[in-house]
């Protein structure tokens, strides 16, 4: 399987601090993968050097072109849609609103297709298309920043903590998504997940960052049979 999108020694910095310390990784075109670990070691920053948002160094591919100094506009343009952490909804803007923003790289006539895309995956919307995004719940704002993301069509998604603050039943539903686009559609997704064990049963493989370093490497399996891995993100 080829690689869809490759880190080689990726540094990213926020002023004078270096947040990631040559980061490397891969990612097959059609593949989940997980990125864990602590607060602080560095996951938020590796989907932001992908997407542009961050001061970044090293090389970054996708689908075999150098992403270089592009910022998150020409990033996403070129296929990829980076979910943030915090759901990342226009809170002023209707659920449509947020819908018709997110597919600003799209042709406008691909719009009411993609719209009932969408609205198949999260049906509730249908009802609420006219509500204020900032007054709806949590778990339904993330499910909205989520929709939001697939408008664009994108060939990779970025998933930044998508379980944070939801209750589990809502953080099974959102993984249940991601798995089935993954599966119809090949959606190639890399998630940033604290909740290790939901992650490693989604993920192929995963990459586990310390500080900043990738510290840990393999597949799903094989870092929960890694004791270190158990006991220091899985709780057991």
Do not use: C
Not at 4 to 13: I, K, M, Q, S, Y
Not at 17 to 33: E, F, N, P, R
Not at 111 to 120: E, G, M, P, Q, T
Not at 214 to 229: A, D, I, K, P
Request: proline residues 3%.
């Amino acid at each position: 399987m080829a690689a869809l999108l490759e880190l080689d020694n990726v540094e990213a910095r926020y002023g004078a601090t270096k947040a990631l310390h040559g980061i490397s990784l891969t990612l097959d075109d059609g593949s989940i993968v997980a990125v864990l670990g602590a607060n602080g070691a560095g996951k938020t920053t590796t989907l932001r050097a992908v997407s542009g948002t961050v001061r970044r160094s090293g090389e970054i591919l996708f689908d075999g072109r150098r992403l270089g100094r592009r910022g998150p506009e020409a990033v996403a343009r070129l296929g990829i849609a980076h979910v943030p952490e915090g759901r990342g909804t226009f809170a002023e803007l209707s659920v449509k609103e947020n819908l018709r923003l997110g597919a600003y790289t799209q042709r406008p006539q691909a719009f009411k297709a993609d719209y009932s895309r969408v609205l198949n995956l999260f049906p509730w919307m249908l009802d609420r298309e006219g509500q204020q995004a900032g007054t709806l719940s949590g778990g339904e704002q993330q499910m909205l920043a989520l929709a939001r993301a697939l408008m664009q069509r994108p060939r990779l998604l970025l998933l930044d903590e998508p379980s944070l603050g939801l209750a589990p039943g809502l953080v099974t539903d959102i993984f249940r998504i991601v798995r089935e686009l993954n599966e119809k559609e090949g959606l190639s997704v890399l998630v940033v997940e604290q909740n290790a064990a939901v992650a490693l049963e989604t993920a192929e493989r995963a990459y586990v960052l310390e500080v900043g370093r990738v510290v840990v490497t393999g597949t799903s399996e094989e870092l929960r049979r890694n004791e270190s891995v158990r006991r220091s993100y899985l709780g057991y």
